[in-house]
């Protein structure tokens, strides 16, 4: 009976230190989200006239009649679609900007490969 109480009275600083602990990660991990707020905030007006363009583009081809089918393909031409153009083109991928890019097979067969040691 001694050697329990004695162990149980060697606990309690240790459970305290752990509820210490304990509540200051709680209260650091509440606090954490707050430090985003001096993140970069981008301006109200930045990076709009693509899509100003693009809505102007849309508005004038929905107030119109329909148009026609080599309208349409005159138009989807020029770059990725009828309404959007060559806007953010360089940012897309496809085939032509995308020739070195791995497959997701291929780097699951190299993560394996490394895994196992099978190189």
Do not use: H, W
Not at 58 to 87: I, M, Y
């Amino acid at each position: 009976m001694k050697i329990v109480n004695s162990v149980l009275s060697m606990l309690s600083p240790v459970k305290f230190v752990i509820v210490a602990l304990s509540c200051a990660l709680i209260f650091i991990s509440s606090i954490v989200p707050a430090f985003a707020i001096e993140s970069y905030q981008s301006e109200p007006t930045e990076a709009t006239t693509q899509l100003l363009e693009t809505q102007r583009k849309t508005d004038e081809v929905s107030r119109s009649a329909p148009p026609s089918l080599k309208e349409v393909q005159k138009k989807s031409n020029e770059g990725l679609n009828e309404v959007q153009g060559a806007a953010d083109i360089e940012k897309m991928k496809r085939p032509e900007n995308s020739q070195a890019a791995t497959s997701v097979e291929d780097e699951v067969r190299n993560f394996l490969e490394k895994v196992t040691g099978n190189q």
